[in-house]
C-alpha cells in the first residue's frame, strides 16, 4: 500500500474478523445445536460450546431416521442428492463439451442456428417455466426417477459458453499438426483438447457441483415418494411444523449435513472454485 | 471464427451437438412455449374446453392487486438485498485489499455462504430467530421488540433479507475483490502523490473504477433475488403473512400448485420470462463492454 502507518492494517483486520465472525455463525451455531438434546434447545438456554448428545443425534438422523415422526433416514437423502449433483454435474459437462467441439472446429450448415439455439436457453431459468416442464416430465414418466432429477436441468448454456471459449483460444497449429499426424477429430479431441481441458472441467466440476446439490424448487415439485426425496428438500419437512415441537437437534444435524458436502468442495478446492466462478460468469 | 482450422465431417458434428440439443427443444424451448400457447388460453373448470382468449389473462392479471403487491415484494426486497450484500461485499474486499496478512483464511471463511443452499441456509437462520427459543430472537424480545416473523409482516421481510444478504456475500466479496486487484497501482499511487486521502481516493478513484463491476453484480444480485431466493422464502415464511413476502417468483409457483387458473399461472410465467430476456440482454451489454475482472 502506498502508507505505512504503524497501525494501518489494524482496522482491515478488525472489520474482517468482525464480518468472519458474522458470516460463519449461523454455521457454527448450527453444529452446536446438533450435539445437544432437543429440550435444552427448546427452553431457549442453549450453552455455546458442544453438548454430549452429538454422536446419539447425527446416528438417529442418518442412519435409524427415527423421532416422533416417521422420516426417511437422512443417509438416504444425502445418497439421492449426491446422485442428482453428480448427474447434473458430469451431464452438464458431457454434452456441453461435445456440443462446443461441434460449433468450434466444424463446419456445417446451420452451425450458428445451433449455437443461438443453445445460447438463448440462458434466458430461461427453470423458476419460469417451470410447470410446463412439469407436465412435460410427468408426460415422459419421469416423476419420482433420478432421469427426471437430472435430465431437465443439464442443458447449460454456460457451460457450453466456456469451453466455446476456451478452445477458440486453442492455437490452430495444434489442429493442423494432429491433421498431419493422422488424427482424426475423435483422436484430436480424446488425445489433445481434452488434456488441454482439464483445469476448466475441474472448475466447473466444482460450481455445477454446488449448483446440482442445491437445487430446491424442482426436487420438490417432482419427487412425491418419500425416498426420492434430496436432503434440500427433507430438511424443510423436519422443520415444517408450525408449533414448538421440532426437534431442532435433528433439523440443526440435517442442516449441518446438507452444508458438509458443497462447502468441503468449495473450501477444498479453492482456486478452482474462484476461478470457475469468475469464467462461467463473464 | 472464421480462421479456425476446420474438420471436415457431414454427421459427425451433428451426432455432437444433438444431445445439447434434445434436452434444449425438449426442457427449455417446448415448456417455454406451451407457457406462451397456455397463456392465451381459459380452461373450463373441469379442462374439458378450451378457448382463446388473446390478452385477456393478462389483462385480468393486470387487474388483480395481488399481482402489484407481489411487485411491490419483489422490487423491496431486490433492493434491500442488493444494497446490503453489495455494500458488505465490497467493504470487506476493500479491507481484504490490502494486502494483509491471513487472508487466505479470511477468504475460506468469507465464501462458505456461496456453498450453503438457499433453503439450508434459511433452515439457519430460522433457528436463531425463532421466538421462544432462538438466541437472536430472545435477545430482541429483552429488547422489548416484539418478534414475531409469523405474524408480523415486517418482520419475516427482514427474516429473508437477512437470509439472502447472507447467502450472497461471499459473490460479492470475491467479484469486488477480483476488481480490486485488476485496478492498477499506479493510478492509486498517482493520487497519493497528489495528496488524497484514502477516503478520498476510494471514492474519486477506486469506485468510478469499479463501475463495471458494480453494474454487473446489480445485475446479477437482481436476478439471484427473483429466481433463486423462492427456496428462503418457502422454508422460512411461506410467502406470509399475508403475502408480505411473496414474490413474483413464488406467486407463480403457489399459483400453478393449486392449478385451478392455468391460463394467469401461465401468463404471469411468461412476463417473467420477458423480464428474465430483458435482464440478460442488459448484462450481456455490459459484458461487451470488456468488463475486467
Given at each position: 500500500?502506498?502508507?505505512?502507518?504503524?497501525?494501518?492494517?489494524?482496522?482491515?483486520?478488525?472489520?474482517?474478523?468482525?464480518?468472519?465472525?458474522?458470516?460463519?455463525?449461523?454455521?457454527?451455531?448450527?453444529?452446536?445445536?446438533?450435539?445437544?438434546?432437543?429440550?435444552?434447545?427448546?427452553?431457549?438456554?442453549?450453552?455455546?460450546?458442544?453438548?454430549?448428545?452429538?454422536?446419539?443425534?447425527?446416528?438417529?438422523?442418518?442412519?435409524?431416521?427415527?423421532?416422533?415422526?416417521?422420516?426417511?433416514?437422512?443417509?438416504?437423502?444425502?445418497?439421492?442428492?449426491?446422485?442428482?449433483?453428480?448427474?447434473?454435474?458430469?451431464?452438464?459437462?458431457?454434452?456441453?463439451?461435445?456440443?462446443?467441439?461441434?460449433?468450434?472446429?466444424?463446419?456445417?450448415?446451420?452451425?450458428?442456428?445451433?449455437?443461438?439455439?443453445?445460447?438463448?436457453?440462458?434466458?430461461?431459468?427453470?423458476?419460469?417455466?417451470?410447470?410446463?416442464?412439469?407436465?412435460?416430465?410427468?408426460?415422459?414418466?419421469?416423476?419420482?426417477?433420478?432421469?427426471?432429477?437430472?435430465?431437465?436441468?443439464?442443458?447449460?448454456?454456460?457451460?457450453?459458453?466456456?469451453?466455446?471459449?476456451?478452445?477458440?483460444?486453442?492455437?490452430?497449429?495444434?489442429?493442423?499438426?494432429?491433421?498431419?499426424?493422422?488424427?482424426?477429430?475423435?483422436?484430436?479431441?480424446?488425445?489433445?483438447?481434452?488434456?488441454?481441458?482439464?483445469?476448466?472441467?475441474?472448475?466447473?466440476?466444482?460450481?455445477?457441483?454446488?449448483?446440482?446439490?442445491?437445487?430446491?424448487?424442482?426436487?420438490?415439485?417432482?419427487?412425491?415418494?418419500?425416498?426420492?426425496?434430496?436432503?434440500?428438500?427433507?430438511?424443510?419437512?423436519?422443520?415444517?411444523?408450525?408449533?414448538?415441537?421440532?426437534?431442532?437437534?435433528?433439523?440443526?444435524?440435517?442442516?449441518?449435513?446438507?452444508?458438509?458436502?458443497?462447502?468441503?468442495?468449495?473450501?477444498?478446492?479453492?482456486?478452482?472454485?474462484?476461478?470457475?466462478?469468475?469464467?462461467?460468469?463473464? | 471464427?472464421?480462421?479456425?482450422?476446420?474438420?471436415?465431417?457431414?454427421?459427425?458434428?451433428?451426432l455432437l451437438i444433438l444431445p445439447q440439443l434434445a434436452v434444449s427443444l425438449i426442457f427449455f424451448y417446448w415448456p417455454?412455449?406451451?407457457?406462451?400457447?397456455?397463456?392465451?388460453?381459459?380452461?373450463?373448470?373441469?379442462?374439458?374446453?378450451?378457448?382463446?382468449?388473446?390478452?385477456?389473462?393478462?389483462?385480468?392479471?393486470?387487474?388483480?392487486?395481488?399481482?402489484?403487491?407481489?411487485?411491490?415484494?419483489?422490487?423491496?426486497?431486490?433492493?434491500?438485498?442488493?444494497?446490503?450484500?453489495?455494500?458488505?461485499?465490497?467493504?470487506?474486499?476493500?479491507?481484504?485489499?490490502?494486502?494483509?496478512?491471513?487472508?487466505?483464511?479470511?477468504?475460506?471463511?468469507?465464501?462458505?455462504?456461496?456453498?450453503?443452499?438457499?433453503?439450508?441456509?434459511?433452515?439457519?437462520?430460522?433457528?436463531?430467530?425463532?421466538?421462544?427459543?432462538?438466541?437472536?430472537?430472545?435477545?430482541?424480545?429483552?429488547?422489548?421488540?416484539?418478534?414475531?416473523?409469523?405474524?408480523?409482516?415486517?418482520?419475516?421481510?427482514?427474516?429473508?433479507?437477512?437470509?439472502?444478504?447472507?447467502?450472497?456475500?461471499?459473490?460479492?466479496?470475491?467479484?469486488?475483490?477480483?476488481?480490486?486487484?485488476?485496478?492498477?497501482?499506479?493510478?492509486?499511487?498517482?493520487?497519493?502523490?497528489?495528496?488524497?486521502?484514502?477516503?478520498?481516493?476510494?471514492?474519486?478513484?477506486?469506485?468510478?473504477?469499479?463501475?463495471?463491476?458494480?453494474?454487473?453484480?446489480?445485475?446479477?444480485?437482481?436476478?439471484?433475488?427473483?429466481?433463486?431466493?423462492?427456496?428462503?422464502?418457502?422454508?422460512?415464511?411461506?410467502?406470509?403473512?399475508?403475502?408480505?413476502?411473496?414474490?413474483?417468483?413464488?406467486?407463480?409457483?403457489?399459483?400453478?400448485?393449486?392449478?385451478?387458473?392455468?391460463?394467469?399461472?401461465?401468463?404471469?410465467?411468461?412476463?417473467?420470462?420477458?423480464?428474465?430476456?430483458?435482464?440478460?440482454?442488459?448484462?450481456?451489454?455490459?459484458?461487451?463492454?470488456?468488463?475486467?475482472?
Open positions: 500500500m502506498v502508507e505505512h502507518r504503524r497501525f494501518g492494517n489494524l482496522l482491515p483486520h478488525l472489520i474482517l474478523l468482525v464480518g468472519v465472525v458474522i458470516v460463519a455463525f449461523p454455521v457454527y451455531l448450527a453444529v452446536i445445536a446438533s450435539t445437544h438434546d432437543n429440550a435444552v434447545i427448546a427452553n431457549g438456554q442453549m450453552p455455546l460450546i458442544p453438548g454430549s448428545h452429538g454422536f446419539e443425534t447425527y446416528w438417529n438422523t442418518i442412519v435409524s431416521g427415527t423421532g416422533r415422526t416417521t422420516r426417511q433416514p437422512v443417509g438416504a437423502m444425502m445418497f439421492n442428492s449426491l446422485i442428482m449433483a453428480l448427474g447434473i454435474t458430469i451431464g452438464k459437462i458431457a454434452i456441453s463439451i461435445i456440443s462446443a467441439y461441434a460449433i468450434v472446429f466444424f463446419a456445417f450448415p446451420f452451425r450458428m442456428t445451433a449455437f443461438w439455439t443453445i445460447f438463448i436457453t440462458l434466458m430461461l431459468p427453470v423458476e419460469v417455466r417451470i410447470f410446463p416442464t412439469y407436465k412435460i416430465t410427468s408426460d415422459l414418466h419421469m416423476l419420482d426417477s433420478y432421469s427426471g432429477l437430472i435430465l431437465p436441468l443439464i442443458a447449460s448454456a454456460t457451460a457450453t459458453l466456456l469451453f466455446r471459449q476456451f478452445f477458440m483460444t486453442v492455437p490452430k497449429e495444434l489442429v493442423e499438426a494432429s491433421k498431419i499426424d493422422g488424427a482424426g477429430p475423435i483422436r484430436f479431441f480424446w488425445d489433445t483438447l481434452l488434456p488441454l481441458s482439464v483445469t476448466n472441467i475441474a472448475a466447473l466440476f466444482v460450481i455445477l457441483f454446488i449448483y446440482g446439490w442445491n437445487q430446491y424448487l424442482w426436487p420438490l415439485l417432482i419427487t412425491t415418494r418419500d425416498d426420492m426425496q434430496t436432503i434440500v428438500i427433507g430438511i424443510k419437512k423436519i422443520i415444517d411444523v408450525h408449533d414448538a415441537l421440532t426437534e431442532w437437534s435433528v433439523a440443526m444435524a440435517t442442516a449441518v449435513l446438507a452444508m458438509l458436502p458443497p462447502v468441503a468442495v468449495v473450501v477444498l478446492m479453492q482456486r478452482l472454485f474462484v476461478k470457475g466462478l469468475i469464467e462461467t460468469e463473464k | 471464427m472464421e480462421n479456425r482450422a476446420i474438420f471436415s465431417g457431414k454427421l459427425l458434428p451433428y417455454a412455449l406451451q407457457a406462451v400457447q397456455q397463456s392465451f388460453l381459459v380452461q373450463d373448470a373441469f379442462g374439458l374446453s378450451t378457448e382463446f382468449v388473446w390478452f385477456e389473462n393478462y389483462i385480468n392479471l393486470l387487474q388483480t392487486p395481488e399481482y402489484y403487491h407481489a411487485i411491490g415484494v419483489t422490487l423491496l426486497f431486490s433492493a434491500l438485498v442488493a444494497f446490503f450484500s453489495l455494500g458488505l461485499g465490497l467493504l470487506l474486499a476493500a479491507m481484504a485489499n490490502h494486502n494483509i496478512r491471513g487472508i487466505q483464511i479470511y477468504r475460506t471463511f468469507l465464501i462458505i455462504p456461496y456453498a450453503v443452499a438457499p433453503a439450508v441456509a434459511s433452515v439457519l437462520f430460522i433457528f436463531m430467530f425463532q421466538p421462544g427459543l432462538g438466541m437472536i430472537a430472545r435477545a430482541l424480545q429483552r429488547g422489548g421488540i416484539d418478534w414475531n416473523p409469523v405474524l408480523n409482516g415486517t418482520h419475516a421481510m427482514i427474516l429473508v433479507v437477512i437470509v439472502a444478504v447472507w447467502n450472497q456475500i461471499s459473490y460479492n466479496f470475491l467479484f469486488f475483490l477480483a476488481g480490486l486487484q485488476s485496478i492498477p497501482k499506479s493510478v492509486i499511487e498517482a493520487a497519493a502523490i497528489d495528496g488524497a486521502t484514502p477516503t478520498r481516493r476510494f471514492w474519486t478513484i477506486i469506485f468510478p473504477l469499479l463501475s463495471p463491476t458494480t453494474f454487473f453484480l446489480i445485475i446479477v444480485n437482481i436476478t439471484y433475488v427473483f429466481f433463486n431466493t423462492l427456496g428462503i422464502i418457502d422454508t422460512a415464511t411461506g410467502g406470509g403473512p399475508n403475502g408480505a413476502t411473496q414474490t413474483l417468483v413464488y406467486k407463480v409457483f403457489q399459483d400453478g400448485k393449486v392449478g385451478t387458473d392455468l391460463g394467469g399461472s401461465a401468463a404471469q410465467s411468461v412476463i417473467l420470462m420477458i423480464i428474465v430476456v430483458g435482464l440478460t440482454a442488459f448484462q450481456f451489454r455490459y459484458v461487451e463492454k470488456k468488463v475486467h475482472y
